[in-house]
């Protein structure tokens, strides 16, 4: 039998193997993984991408793990996870365990379930239902589990592609999107402001100038200049907010000097880095605030040691509506979930500011979970879902894989 002709109603998990990927998911979701803090459930991945009987495994310079399945040389297919997940926040707020891993009505609650510990499960078990039933592949399918996604999406696929030298043909990302697909979202920059004044003693403030004051100007700036920002059909508006402030004085009886902003810019298609700093600068003026106006800059060292930076840059990218992938996404979907899946966009970043927002590598999103939940007290997904979801990345390997093997894409 190929791949081609596969029966699709015996491509999905056993009962034994459904209880094998909510074991595994437990495990990811008892096992904290802040951001550069990965290790231990990357020994977890891997271990269960060498039991499910994947090709090849290994961790590349950055921690990214990487596991193959099928024909080397033809095309690749890559499904992308992160494993690291943001803090808890406040722990008063969570009523389950959040390192837990608590099953509840078949849905299983704590930190990373929805983003993205159950969709990373799904991919894993779903490439295993292809292995246990040696279903061959005219390509590779490959799944990377990547680092410090949350504070700089993208730089861990950029290690992949232009360090490593894994070029996909195709990339789906896993993150949560209820079982529909996602094929696109704004980018995003940091902005990082200083508004400038006078010190003096608290007691006589006429004496001096104070860089709060100036900071609230240009707050309110920001604010108006929220409503005005560029639209784009499909991706909505572009946004603005600020999001920290910080004072610098010798004392809390003094006036402060200097006030530090940090501002959060959401990018639609055809805005840019220059035109959201030059917004900003126009507004100093406008409102005669004295400081100074730069992009966020990030330095970040993996749980391997390794150490990169650079600009809090991240551009928005969208699939166009009658690119291959969507459309063959779309038409395996259906006919694995038996439902046509609705097609929309992503209000959050993710690793496509990369793969095809830097690199150009076609890109769209499919995950199991909630996305409203991530990030949430109380973060949780249903099993159902992941379960189905493997179903699906498994069809989406034979599907996408038979396509590409046989079209020419330009």
Known sequence: MTSANYDRQNLRLSAAQEAQCTDFLQHLVQTPSLSGQEASVARIVATEMQRLG??????????????????????????????DTVNVGDLSAWKHDPFGGEIIDQKLYGRGSVDMKGPLAAMLHGIGILIAQGVPLPGEVVVVAVVQEEPTEGMAMRVLVEEEGLRPDWVI??????????????????????????????????????????????????????????????????????????????????????????????????????????????????????????TGYYRSTSYTGYHTEGPEVYPAWLLAADNPLLLQTSASLEKSLATRPQVRTWGFSTDGV?????????????????????????????????????????????????????????
């Open 54 to 83: 994947f090709q090849s495994v290994h961790t590349d310079r950055i921690g990214n793990v990487i596991g193959r399945y099928g024909q080397s040389g033809g095309p690749i297919l890559l499904l992308n996870g992160h494993m």
């Open 173 to 294: 990302l896993g993150e949560p999107t209820l079982m529909q697909i996602s094929r696109g979202q704004r980018g995003r920059m940091e902005i990082r402001v200083a508004t400038m004044g006078r010190s003096c003693h608290a007691s006589t403030p006429e004496k001096g100038d104070n860089a709060l004051y100036e900071a609230a100007r240009l707050i309110f700036g920001v604010e108006i200049l929220n409503a005005r920002l560029m639209e784009d059909a499909v991706l909505g508006k572009g946004s603005i907010a600020v999001t920290h402030l910080a004072t610098v004085a010798g004392s809390r009886n003094a006036i402060p000097d200097r006030c530090d902003l940090v501002i959060d810019r959401r990018l639609t298609l055809g805005e840019t880095a220059l035109r959201a700093l030059a917004e900003i600068e126009a507004l100093l003026q406008r409102e005669d605030v004295r400081g100074r106006v730069n």
């Open 354 to 410: 990369y793969t095809m927002g830097e690199a150009g590598i076609p890109t769209v999103g499919f995950g199991p979970g909630d996305d409203m939940l991530a990030h949430t007290a109380d973060e949780h997904i249903a099993l159902a879902q992941v379960f189905d979801a493997s179903r699906a990345y498994a069809h989406l390997s034979i599907d996408l894989l038979n396509y590409l093997s046989t079209h020419t894409l330009s």
